[in-house]
Each structure stands twice: as structure tokens, then as C-alpha cells.
């Protein structure tokens, strides 16, 4: 759960609009989140860290 909002937490600086209820009902609960659009360009660094995210996750499932 953690992993999965940190992963989403890198779109949110841009201010990515949220489709899946529970993402959008999380994020518009906080104060400094403001939705603006569902397109949005990542910097390289961003995208690394976002697939760092997604191997840390599949990762933490295999292990279970």
C-alpha cells in the first residue's frame, strides 16, 4: 500500500488527475494537492524512480 501511494505521490507533484477512486479520494484530502490534468511529462529521474517503484513492488510480492 505504502509503495502504491509513493508511486502515485511522483504524479501528484504535477498535479495528474486521478481516476481510480481511491487514489483521487486520498490525494484531494490533502491540503497541498491540486488536480490539473491527466497528462503530464516526467523528467528521466522521475521515470527511473517510478519504475524503481514498480520493482520494488513486484518484488515485495514475490516474496509473499
Do not use: M, T
Not at 484531494?28 to 529521474?45: D, F, G, H, N
Amino acid at each position: 500500500e505504502v509503495i502504491y501511494v509513493l508511486f502515485f505521490c511522483i504524479y501528484k507533484g504535477f498535479g495528474y488527475s486521478f481516476g481510480k477512486e481511491n487514489l483521487k479520494n486520498y490525494f484531494e484530502s490533502q491540503l497541498w494537492y491540486s488536480p490539473e490534468s491527466k497528462q503530464i511529462y516526467l523528467s528521466r529521474i522521475e521515470e527511473f524512480n517510478c519504475a524503481l517503484i514498480k520493482f520494488i513492488e513486484r518484488f515485495e510480492l514475490d516474496q509473499h
